[in-house]
Nanobody
Framework: QVQLVESGGGLVQPGGSLRLSCAAS????????MGWYRQAPGKQRDLVAT???????DYADSVKGRFTISRDNAKNTVYLQMNNLKSEDTAVYYC?????????WGQGTQVTVSS
């Protein structure tokens, strides 16, 4: 059983930046798909960004040009660099990983964008 642990969330002012990390308890080389999702209060969980092997990325329209997803297989970690943050980016951010046989979620990290 692989565990995913997100970190890096917090309170930031509009226009600021944060980098989220998703650290896996085992190797992420078996995960052909890794993604970041977010869920604001009272709303559904939405896709933010994905990275699929070898290094294809995709983003929600709302974050294109501001967020960057990347993975470091040596550190078993996936990152989400978030720049020019807006109040509407406030949410709990979750990491998701898929192998050929399994799917895993992290517990989430809170991101609050407010002045």
């Amino acid at each position: 059983q692989v565990q995913l642990v997100e970190s890096g969330g917090g309170l930031v002012q509009p226009g600021g930046s944060l980098r989220l990390s998703c650290a896996a308890s085992g190797s992420i080389r078996d995960f052909w798909y890794m993604g970041w999702y977010r869920q604001a209060p009272g709303k559904q969980r939405d896709l933010v960004a994905t990275i699929t092997t070898p290094s294809s990325t995709d983003y929600a329209d709302s974050v294109k040009g501001r967020f960057t997803i990347s993975r470091d297989n040596a550190k078993n970690t996936v990152y989400l660099q978030m720049n020019n943050l807006k109040s509407e980016d406030t949410a709990v951010y979750y990491c998701k990983a898929r192998s050929l046989t399994s799917e895993y979620w992290g517990q989430g990290t809170q991101v609050t964008v407010s002045s």
